[in-house]
């Protein structure tokens, strides 16, 4: 080797040395701006863009291993070409190597990786296979890969770590806002508490809110009638909805379950039993009150609803009693006995009264429901206090006589829709006939329920024919004529199972109205006509003679009238 040729290597090598510097002095910039970056997507653009000052290639994008793209170019921009490359990383594990892309020469996966931890592959490729890296280069892109993954772990953490602080510090704000919470609750609770053990009725109630809260209180009936105020400017006189409006504002609030607001109040509803309903109203135009308001308002609404259980066991105490009182009467008593026990009660027994027996069902299939509504109908109607159930009936015993129609349609209307009659028995002027109108009543009911008409309300001394034919003395008499004129039908009816009679009787009682007959036994017009020629047939009867026809009618009612004194 001439002399000359070792001078001009050791420059060239010497040139190599100082480029080589020059890019560790480059990379070592590189890596403070990337490590000061807490953005992953500027880290791998800064990364991105180093690549061909250091090498004589291009960076094509990053993968994940969380599965996503980064920073990807025109090799990489097609999704079929992603999905291939993505399938040969997956096979090159964490020390990366070569990767094959569309239209490039040469092509590297350099594995994002530092010290126990691994983030990815940072993709680089040449055009020509003369601009391959050099080894030199090659470990220069691995260290600028190497710098790159520390900087993407170092921003993870951060994010990690600013997320962690922003936790705490929402816990600690909710901690507080909880303890905060849960002192005011317990003030409110103690507070309750004191009202409940002091046994401070209604008016503490009121009082106990409006202190806690600052907003004027209403405690009302279930009608809207005001039971107790606390707090300034009590309106004079108290404003009470129409009865139709309060019963859909309480149905609403029961279905609800919890406070509501009405125009500017807001309600809370204390309902321990169906039948017993009392309203807390936070007076409240301007919409403000809050969350330990409306927590204030709830706890008033349960201390309400054990009031009301309270003065509901003295209640049920006397209803009791009353209860007691009804059953003996009906059965028949010492009159002595029963206005002594009226005495005690207040009750006065000696004014007139009426025996109610009314049957029915709401929408539901609990039986109190029926009860509990006669019972506020009573109240509504003022027609007395004294009811007892008997079997599937409610037994009422009025101390005025009143719109019995009427008051139908107000139990209906307390039952919410479903069905009510009612059978009236005779005037009582002494306890000791009470067993008789009690028996009338129970024969006007039974009699509407054989005659399969509309529901409504039939008064014993409405009957007729009927209460005469249920007041003769001897049955037998009333059985030989109904024998007499319908025997053949009943004997018919008992061997078909047909309703022959029944047919009869509906078309006398409609006046022989062929439609009216037919709507009422729920037939069509030319199966009445059918039924009638066959009862023409049987009995041998004129249906069109007027005789006959009376004393057809005349024998089907007695035989509606043995049906009910039967059953």
Known sequence: MSSAVVPAQRAESDLALRHQLANMRGLLILSMLMTESCDEEQILRLAASSVPSV????????????????????????????????????????????????????SWALPLGSVGSFVGYHLVSADEKVDIPT???????????????????????????????????????SLGATVQALKRTTRIHERFTQVSLADEGRDGIAAALHELTGYPVAIEDRYGNLQSWAGPHRPIPYPKDPPARREQLLRRALREGRPIRDGGRM??????????????????????????????????????????????SLAETELRLRRDLVEELLAGTDEESALARASALSYD???????????????????????????????????????????????????????????????????GGGRCRIGIGGRCDRPSEFPRSYREATIALKIQRSARGPDQAVSYDDLGVYQLLGEVEDPAVVERLVRRWLGALIDYDAKRHSELVETLSQYLECGGAYDRAATALCVHRSTLKYRLQRIREISGLDLTDPDTQFNLQLATRAWRTLRALRS
């Open 349 to 415: 027994l000696e004014r007139p009264h009426w025996v109610l027996v009314l049957e029915g069902r709401g929408r539901t299939q609990d039986a109190d429901m029926f009860f509990h509504a006669v019972r506020r109908a009573m109240r509504a109607s003022a027609v007395g206090s004294m009811l007892v159930t008997r079997g599937d009936t409610v037994v009422v015993l009025a101390d005025r006589e009143v719109d019995w129609e009427a008051f139908r349609e107000t139990v209906l209307t307390e039952l």
């Open 55 to 106: 090498a004589r290639c291009r960076a094509e994008g990053a993968y994940l291993i969380e599965g996503t793209w980064k920073a990807v170019q025109a090799a990489l921009s097609d999704p079929v070409a992603r999905e291939a490359v993505t399938t040969q990383l997956a096979a090159l594990g964490r020390n990366g190597g070569p990767v094959r892309l569309p239209g490039r020469a040469w």
């Open 267 to 312: 309600l809370a509803v204390a309902s321990p039993r169906p039948d017993v309903i009392g309203v807390v109203a936070l007076i409240d135009p301007s919409a403000t009150a809050g969350d330990q308001e409306l927590l204030a308002l709830e706890y008033a609404g349960t201390v309400l609803a054990m009031e009301l259980v309270r003065l509901r």
């Open 135 to 173: 080894e030199d280069e090659k470990f220069v892109l691995h260290a600028l890969a190497q710098q790159t993954a520390s900087a993407l772990v170092n921003a993870r953490t951060h994010a990690k770590e600013r997320a962690t602080a922003a936790e705490l510090r929402a816990a600690n704000e």
